[in-house]
């Protein structure tokens, strides 16, 4: 059974900077490609970021050169560190599986102006 959760999210003011967590409670976490999701009121879901097992990365335009997706395989943790934070940004923070599709419980980002 896969489980992951997610940590780290709060409020900040714009400009400012957060990371975030999500520990996975996974067999074989090194060859998962794992994933940020957010969800803002009244939107759809939207991936954010996207890492693979060999440490290639993907990311959502709005969030290029301010966000940084990462993983510690030993530690089954995949990080978002989140600078120069925007109003923009503010929505719930999910990670995600790949290999089995579990999401976690979600985080939420607050960003104020």
């Known amino acids: 059974q896969v489980q992951l959760v997610e940590s780290g999210g709060g409020l900040v003011q714009a400009g400012g900077s957060l990371r975030l967590s999500c520990a996975a409670s996974?067999?074989?976490?090194?060859?998962?490609?794992m994933e940020w999701y957010r969800q803002a009121p009244g939107n759809q879901r939207e991936l954010v970021a996207r890492?693979?097992?060999?440490?290639?990365?993907n990311y959502h335009d709005s969030v290029k050169g301010r966000f940084t997706i990462s993983r510690d395989n030993a530690k089954k943790i995949v990080y978002l560190q989140m600078n120069s934070l925007k109003v923009e940004d503010t929505g719930v923070y999910y990670c995600?599986?790949?290999?089995?599709?579990?999401w976690g419980q979600g985080t939420q980002v607050t960003v104020s102006s």
């Open positions: 890492i693979n097992s060999g440490g290639s990365t």
């Open positions: 996974v067999t074989r976490f090194s060859i998962r490609g």
């Open positions: 995600s599986d790949l290999w089995s599709g579990a």
